[in-house]
């Protein structure tokens, strides 16, 4: 393995690499039965990568159809739980042995800085796999004597054909969180990666094949949302979808199950977390770094990024002031140049979409402290640079929409109960982060706040804690439905039997 730092010819690796676009279906790559193709943009600088074909009913039905037959044969099910672990774990070797072609697949599709992919993306991807991998002999049910001659039990087993619909900022690593879980359950899979992110989906399959997975089991069908994605949702033989995107599509996919056969949901949809800053805080320098690091990661376009900064009024100020000239130092760059911390946006519709938000929160009145504007257009790449404003209320749009974009919203607060206020006044439920050493507000934060993820940091210094993908996730209000990731988001890819022997 080649260090990123010591790496100088990612490009040379980007135009020597084969991409696949072709679905991957029964153990093979085939074409689709669209003829119809769009273009993949790369965000660097707005070429064509590729044609996606924008895929078909029928394509999906070839999935489905594979993947029914691997389940139903049980040539994955019916396998020991030990069978199961040794091959996903050998995927997780592969995944880690091939990690700068994934890497790089994600970087040229949805700009992230190649440093992040490589030292970030993929060791989640790889260490949520091998956690699902260990957690697949650790979901049990229950058992008890009712009476003298009956056995009462709750057994769980897989439900049998999970659909997995991902979004496009974190491709791989969402591919995975559908892959993993549903896998060591013994299910099978059809995989829709995002139309805007498709690469390293497919190549996954591959070498889940590679790892021993039979042939069926995993099936990507690549394609439009409207195309792949409608067909998924009202599909009449797929017994779940698993979906990370926006709530709009998540809103949508709730009307498709009831519509067709009530295809169990496990949604994990948008977020506007708070990051919310007590000034019993006794190092504003740490948390001004955690903050930023928090908010402009992936140039902004992460479910969990704390886009709202809500901190006491008497520390506002100084806070702002040690975050706008560490992000004003910050610098915009090419996702394959080592070096570069902040990269691009993943499309054109998506950088002007950041930009009109840009737009409408000056026009409603919050003081646009930094940033603003596209950067870097002479390449032809979609760069927005960070951006702040402050002044911001709870009735502005930049205050309440999902950006998806490195747009941060600062609002004053005097009170414990004002901080639970403006942090629960949005229709998102997903995260939230709190800085405080005050154990009572620390209580009431948690109590008060209508979030499925909570970290109270009462350090300068937090350690990274528990894994990712370790501690289940259960989105509150318009961010989703089910519980998602650790030992219960495993038990949301079983259903539950209940049986009782009478002898």
Not at 8 to 26: E, G, M, N, Q, Y
Not at 322 to 348: E, H, N, Q, Y
Not at 356 to 375: E, H, M, T, W
Not at 497 to 503: E, G
Request: aromatic content about 6%; some cysteine.
């Amino acid at each position: 393995m080649v260090d990123t730092a010591e790496r100088k010819d990612w490009r040379d690796h980007a135009r020597a690499l084969k991409l696949t676009v072709d679905p991957f279906i029964s153990g093979k790559f085939v074409k689709s039965h669209s003829n119809n193709v769009f273009p993949k943009y790369g965000p660097a600088d707005g070429q064509v990568l590729a044609e996606i074909p924008e895929g078909s009913a029928a394509d999906v039905n070839a999935a489905v159809t594979s993947a029914r037959a691997a389940f139903d044969d049980g040539r994955w099910a019916n396998q020991s739980v030990a069978q199961r672990k040794a091959i996903l774990l050998k995927l997780a070797d592969l995944i880690e042995a091939n990690r700068e072609e994934l890497a790089l697949l994600d970087t040229l599709e949805v700009g992230k800085p190649i440093r992040d992919a490589l030292s970030i993306d993929i060791p989640l991807a790889v260490g949520v796999l091998r956690y699902c991998a260990e957690g697949a002999d650790k979901v049990f049910g229950t058992v008890h004597h009712a009476d003298g001659r009956t056995i009462a039990m709750a057994i769980r087993g897989p439900r049998g054909v999970i659909a997995g619909i991902v979004g496009w900022n974190f491709p791989f690593v969402l591919a995975i969180q559908k892959l993993a879980p549903a896998l060591a359950m013994g299910n099978s899979l059809v995989l829709k990666p995002s139309e805007l992110s498709t690469f390293s989906a497919l190549r996954l399959a591959a070498l889940a094949a590679e790892a021993g997975v039979p042939d069926g089991v995993v099936n990507v069908v690549p394609g439009l949302g409207t195309t792949v994605g409608d067909a998924i949702a009202h599909h009449m033989d797929i017994d779940m979808l698993s979906f990370t995107g926006s709530s709009a599509t998540g809103k949508r996919l709730l009307q498709s199950a009831g519509a067709s056969n009530m295809k169990r949901l496990l949604l994990e949809c948008g977020g506007k977390s708070p990051n919310i800053v007590f000034a019993d805080c006794p190092d504003l320098d740490a948390v001004a770094d955690r903050v930023i690091g928090r908010m402009f990661w992936n140039q902004g376009q992460v479910c969990t990024a704390g886009t709202r900064l809500i901190v006491e009024a008497g520390i506002k100020d100084a806070l702002l002031a040690k975050i706008t000239a560490r992000v004003g130092a910050m610098a915009v760059g090419d996702p394959l140049d080592a070096d570069t911390g902040f990269g691009a946006l993943i499309s054109k519709p998506q950088m002007d979409k950041v930009l009109n938000y840009i737009s409408l929160g000056k026009s409603q009145g919050a003081d646009l402290v930094l940033g603003g504007r596209q950067v870097r257009a002479e390449t032809g790449g979609y760069y927005v640079e960070p951006t702040i404003f402050d002044a911001v209320r709870t009735d502005m749009t930049i205050a309440q929409d999902e950006i998806f974009g490195p747009v941060l919203s600062v609002l004053p607060f005097k009170t414990v109960e004002d901080a639970i206020g403006l942090a629960n006044a949005t229709i998102y439920g997903l995260s939230g982060t709190v800085w405080t050493t005050d154990i009572v507000k620390a209580h009431r934060m948690i109590a008060g706040l209508r979030m499925g993820e909570i970290t109270i940091n009462a350090v300068a210094d937090p350690t990274p804690g528990a894994m990712f993908g370790a501690m289940p996730l259960e989105a509150h209000k318009q961010s989703g439905v089910g519980v998602e990731s650790g030992i219960d988001g495993l038990k949301s890819y079983t259903a539950l039997k209940s049986v009782q022997i009478h002898a």
